[in-house]
């Protein structure tokens, strides 16, 4: 039995015939041995035909539907151009060696072209790598390797790449520097807390937020300067008259050291930094609330945006998230708690970042438990229809939140909620009705730009304006002929055409209809003719 190989190079395909493999026998170390020796090799192994690509494109897909096993359409032309024909009903007189088993079997499938791949169709294929460039004439040095190094940078860098709008890695990013901005911020404004109490110490309990009383801070400068005037700016910044004129009277009688300029000059400048801090981290916060809705829109409906991130980045992406269970989960960012737990066997944590969520909150405590264990499952179901839905939308997150919030009721008063049956049927409902809304209103968009066009040619066509009411008419009496035209045929198929006919048998016989009718008037009208005749 002749056997064929099919090499995939990075500049095309290429077939080889093996011949003369009893001089070598078909064992495995015999081959090996002579794949190095190329003018032994060279004469059991030749070239029969070679299809570059014709493109890096081309190549890319081409490199991509091999390893996943699937057979191209280009590769199934030039298979079945250079090989033999297989007959029905007998035996292929060879066999195609291939490289990927996955492959081989697709090939064999769809062409019934016999493949096979093991150890010594490995060991062939090895010693055709080797030599490839001594089997094609055509290649200089250097072809070869220029065209493995693009096919291998194009294919990992399509293997990494995901959807712009959906990369998760973002999210995780965010999420990081909010906490650690979190922490820097509170650091800081604690420091500028102690570092202006010394110059103005009464401050500290009128002003409790940081961020406004950064802003005072600097604001104020030097407590010996406030006045009267300082109140209409002290209340844009408080928001309550009264705050700002306690303000004003407790830097007329305040306890606190003087300060050289200097000190109130870096005082200054700290307070500032704090504030862009803080407005930075306000602009952050927005960014992940709007990635978050691109991304896992369901899930951060359900829970919220920055508990759902913290889930995201803990788990290493959205589809590690969906990947877990709903007790991994329900644990997640409580893993010391669980070892120890199951080290001295205590306890088990009952939950972990779900816990900054507000309905655990909510929740009583013994039923605090029972609460984290139901929004799990409600967050992983939501996390899997993100990950895996091609349209992203919020309607099963929305639906998911208020079976929580059923749940919270029936454990504080006892209120059956609705099954989750009925639930997820309505959600379905109405994101195939949103999807039909939006069917519709793409056609009465094209409609509204076709009237626009009319419109303007109307205008363009002044002298066609006086006829307007007879084309009107006209318009009106053509819609009513085809209203009856389509009647007339829902009636006809009504009556014989239930069973599979098509529209043009229909029409055949509507023909057939009207020729027996004229048929029928040229026989009345050859008889009167032959009546006059006779009485004349």
Known sequence: MALYLLFESSSGYALFHAQGLDEIGQNTEAVRNSVADLNRFGKVVQLTAFQPFESAIDGLNQCNSVSEGLMTDELRSFLELNLPKVKEGKKSKFSLGVAEPKLGSHISETTKIPCQSGEFVLELLRGVRL??????KDLKSGDLEKAQLGLAHSYSRAKVKFNVNRVDNMVIQAIFLLDTLDKDINSFSMRVREWYSWHFPELVKIVNDNYLYARVAKLIEDKSKLSEEHVPALTEILGDEDKAKEVVEAGKASMGQDLT???????QLFAQRVMDLAEYRKNLYDYLVTKMNDIAPNLASLIGEVVGARLISHAGSLTNLAKCPSSTLQILGAEKALFRALKTRGNTPKYGLIFHSSFIGRASSKNKGRMARYLANKCSIASRIDCFSERGSTVFGEKLREQVEERLEFYDKGVAPRKNIDVM????????????????????EASAKKSKEKKSKTEDAPAAATN???SEDGKSEKKKKKEKRKKEQEADEEDGKTNGVNEQDGTAKKKKKKSKDEAATNETTKKKKKKKKSQE
């Open 131 to 136: 030599h490839f460039d001594k089997f094609i």
């Open 261 to 267: 300029p200097v000190d109130l000059i870096n005082v």
């Open 425 to 444: 049927k309505s959600a379905i409902e109405s994101t195939q009705n949103k999807d039909t809304e939006m069917e519709e209103v793409e056609p009465e």
């Open 468 to 470: 307007g009411d007879a």
